[in-house]
T-cell receptor, first 113, second 114 residues
Framework: DAGVIQSPRHEVTEMGQEVTLRCKPISGHNSLFWYRQTMMRGLELLIYFNNNVPIDDSGMPEDRFSAKMPNASFSTLKIQPSEPRDSAVYFC???????????FGEGSWLTVV | AQSVAQPEDQVNVAEGNPLTVKCTYSVSGNPYLFWYVQYPNRGLQFLLKYITGDNLVKGSYGFEAEFNKSQTSFHLKKPSALVSDSALYFCAVSGGSNDYKLSFGAGTTVTVRA
């Protein structure tokens, strides 16, 4: 199994630009999570999808952040416009059903200058 | 609300010595408990989990963890640490099969010296 695939691995962008992060879940997994990791705040859950439907987006910082899951094989996290404080590592994680193990991708390392 | 505490920011041990990384949790109902490890510039890797059954859970790379309900703890252990075990370790808890939300601790940095 290829695991959770995230792209890009690294992104450096200028403030105000749009950033799109992508995630391909493990085949057969019906739960998908987007997390953000920073030194100051640790791991934060941004949004959770189940069967492609957003269930909980209470962790999304503000309207500049949006996430979609158009099908079972693909999800995006978009930041528009980006700000320096958005610099972080963004992880996608997927699992087979609620309450059980989730598996993380290698992360997208975002730097906004 | 559920939460996880990892009381030690850092743990330092010599190679060959036992390693323990502490974790306590707070959750209503029967918890699902997890340990993950993160190596530099990598994603989190699943080590082991407790859902039900034997309180001693064995996982990857020789790690094990003991669930203690009375002390609400789930400490990670390894009898003989390796330099390659140096990494960031996260404990996580969910409220059971109907709870999608995994709450992570702040992480403990383990350094194993040769």
């Amino acid at each position: 199994d290829a695991g959770v695939i995230q792209s890009p691995r690294h992104e450096v962008t200028e403030m105000g630009q749009e950033v799109t992060l992508r995630c391909k879940p493990i085949s057969g997994h019906n739960s998908l999570f987007w997390y953000r990791q920073t030194m100051m705040r640790g791991l934060e859950l941004l949004i959770y999808f189940n069967n492609n439907v957003p269930i909980d987006d209470s962790g999304m910082p503000e309207d500049r952040f949006s996430a979609k899951m158009p099908n079972a094989s693909f999800s995006t996290l978009k930041i528009q416009p980006s700000e320096p404080r958005d610099s972080a590592v963004y992880f996608c994680a997927t699992g087979q059903f609620s309450g059980n193990t989730i598996y993380f991708g290698e992360g997208s390392w975002l730097t906004v200058v | 609300a559920q939460s996880v505490a990892q009381p030690e920011d850092q743990v330092n041990v010599a190679e060959g010595n036992p390693l323990t990384v502490k974790c306590t949790y707070s959750v209503s109902g029967n918890p699902y408990l997890f340990w993950y490890v993160q190596y530099p510039n990598r994603g989190l890797q699943f080590l082991l989990k407790y859902i039900t059954g034997d309180n001693l859970v064995k996982g990857s790379y020789g790690f094990e963890a003991e669930f203690n309900k009375s002390q609400t703890s789930f400490h990670l252990k390894k009898p003989s640490a390796l330099v390659s075990d140096s990494a960031l370790y996260f404990c996580a808890v969910s409220g059971g099969s109907n709870d999608y939300k995994l709450s992570f601790g702040a992480g403990t940095t383990v350094t194993v010296r040769a």
